[in-house]
């Protein structure tokens, strides 16, 4: 059954599913997991669920090709289809709009008047150590790529944002700050 209407919702995870499958070839929702992790799960947050229940909604719509195995585990792998391809092309075109930044530790400290000037320098010596890790991983992974290709450009945005963070957050560990 395919109903690829416009009326069909896509949201951000089901752009996820399209996009791997066309970047990466055919796969099951475990590949999924796996590619998500090693490449947008670095600046797009989201329950990795959905990899799961995503590629059956789009393989309904007309956008995936289902193989289901016959015998053992009956794993079934996904194939972007020309409808998948369509869709992802019409969404690569639009407008990206404004950036979202969900911060906690941002969030935390807009509210930290209503707490110590010792629990700020906690905070920020927690978001240090976090920018620290996360710093030291883009790193590794930089060491890996050449970073000239349009989906390694992400890691080089990382990279900066880390860099950024720690400078930010270090200023705020001071106990003069």
């Known amino acids: 059954m395919t109903d690829a209407s416009p009326e069909a919702h896509l949201g951000p995870s089901a752009y996820i599913v399209l996009g791997l499958l066309g970047q990466y070839g055919p ?14 799960g670095n600046f797009w ?29 009956r794993k079934r792998t996904y194939q972007v289809t020309d409808a998948g391809r369509a869709a992802l092309q019409a969404w690569l ?36 150590g976090l920018h620290r890790a996360r710093l030291k991983e883009y790193e590794r992974q930089a060491d890996c790529w050449p970073t000239t290709l349009p989906a390694e450009q992400p890691l080089r945005m990382g990279l900066l944002y880390e860099r950024a963070s720690l400078a930010f957050w270090g200023v705020l560990a001071e106990p003069e700050a």
Do not use: H, I, M
């Open 27 to 40: 796969g099951t929702s475990y590949d999924l997991k796996n590619w998500a992790d090693a490449s947008v």
């Open 93 to 128: 075109a639009e407008p990206a709009g404004f950036p979202e930044l969900r911060d906690l530790g941002l969030l935390k400290l807009f509210f930290a008047e209503q707490g110590s000037a010792e629990r700020v320098r906690q905070l920020a010596a927690e978001q240090l």
């Open 45 to 73: 947050t989201f329950p990795r669920s959905q990899l799961y229940a995503e590629p059956q909604r789009l393989a309904q719509l007309g956008l995936l090709e289902e193989r289901q195995e016959e015998g053992g585990r």
